[in-house]
């Protein structure tokens, strides 16, 4: 696979002599391995897929660009044999590996702990991928489509997150890519709120955030409601305040831009209109094969917008007693253009 031939030109590149792939989600885009046990060898001219009899049968069936060995020892150990064989020294190993792979690897080796190098390959989406993440939020669309006119007073948070979970499940995702957020009245003021049994009332905002999943991939959108009810200015300003600073994040994404100027475009349209205090998560994140992965879109981020990546836009604003606004679109850049890949409407529905 080409995934695994670009890996082996960085593995020259770092002159070392192989590197050790244990994380799941980059052994499955680099080799297409699905299972839960395994390891990746990958050397400067072959690749080594390490599992046990369990898995044997599905990874003749998965696996792409690799030998596969089936061992019936410690897999730590089977790897040590293959380094040994190959007179390798230098070996690479995953930065967020535990210390007793590292222990192993340096009795017998110069091991390095290395960071995002598969990460740094997952930041672009090929076709196959942008594939899999528009029908990630197709599925994810139609759900809430779905589940949209049960959203109503007296309906509890955690009716909707369960028919909203029930919805994605018939829509072919496997499972959603994180626990569903249903948060009403001022439970929406906590931008990661948990379910509770809480009815709706009358006038109260409620945010929604949810996702879909294709073959690996997930899709990642918020949206947020009002309920008919009293008293609904304050209201409406906030969700109009976030729904410009959504547009104009989207609209400021192009190849080249750094993305911590993404996130400062939302937060100063917040900040100027008087709700910077409660804007205090990033604008943005990259997903894939995790719902959370690079690029990070915020004011600390060191990323660079590249054609092909794929991230989303979610300013919001959260005010204690009140409740909260969150938009959520996801965004790629193609052609030097950003394509929004979330089509649900961003218009203040009260409902």
């Known amino acids: 696979m080409q995934r695994i031939e670009s890996l082996k030109g960085e593995i020259k590149k770092r002159r070392i002599g192989a590197f050790l792939i244990t994380n799941l989600k980059n052994i499955r885009y680099l ?7 395994g390891m990746l060898l990958v050397t400067t001219k072959e690749a080594f ?3 046990d009899f369990r898995y044997k049968e599905q990874s003749e069936r998965e696996v792409k660009g ?5 061992t019936r020892n410690s897999p730590l150990r089977t790897i040590r044999e293959i380094l040994k064989k190959n007179r390798i020294k230098r070996v690479g190993f995953e930065y967020n590996e535990s210390f007793a792979l590292y222990d192993m ?7 390095l702990a290395l960071k995002n190098v598969v990460e740094g390959f997952r930041k672009l989406k090929d076709a196959e991928e942008l594939r899999n993440i528009r029908k990630a939020v197709k599925r994810a669309e139609e759900a809430f489509l779905g589940v949209k006119p049960y959203i109503k007073v007296k309906t509890t948070e955690r009716a ?5 979970e029930e919805e994605l499940k018939k829509s072919g995702c496997k499972r959603p890519p994180f626990d569903i957020i249903v948060a009403s009245g001022p439970n929406a003021a906590l931008p990661h709120a948990t379910v509770t049994d809480r009815r709706l009332q009358p006038g109260d905002l409620v945010v929604i955030d949810w996702g879909g999943e294709s073959e690996g991939y997930f899709s990642d959108m918020t949206r947020t409601l009002l309920l008919k009810g009293k008293d609904l ?5 906030i969700y109009n305040t976030v729904a410009r600073a959504n547009r104009a994040a989207i609209n400021a994404v192009k190849e080249g831009v750094k993305a911590k100027d993404i996130d400062r475009v939302a937060r100063q349209i917040i900040r100027e209109s008087g709700y910077g205090e409660y804007f205090g998560h990033a604008t943005g994140h990259g997903l894939g094969l995790d719902i959370h992965e690079a690029p990070r ?6 990323d660079v917008l590249q054609k092909g990546m794929v991230f989303t836009i979610e300013p919001g604003i959260y005010v204690p007693g009140l409740g909260g606004v969150r938009i959520e679109d996801m965004v790629t850049i193609k052609d030097r253009s950003v394509r929004r890949l979330t089509s649900l409407p961003r218009k203040l529905e009260i409902i």
């Not at 200015?233 to 300003?237: C, G, Q, R, T």
């Not at 879109?297 to 060191?302: C, L, N, Q, T, V």
């Open 233 to 237: 200015d304050k209201k409406k300003e």
């Open 31 to 37: 080799a297409g391995f699905t299972g839960s046990a």
């Open 49 to 51: 897929f390490i599992t």
């Open 297 to 302: 879109i915020s004011f600390m981020s060191k």
């Open 160 to 164: 909707i997150a369960l028919r909203l």
């Open 105 to 111: 690897l340096r009795k017998d080796f110069h091991a």
């Open 66 to 70: 690799c030998q596969i060995v089936i």
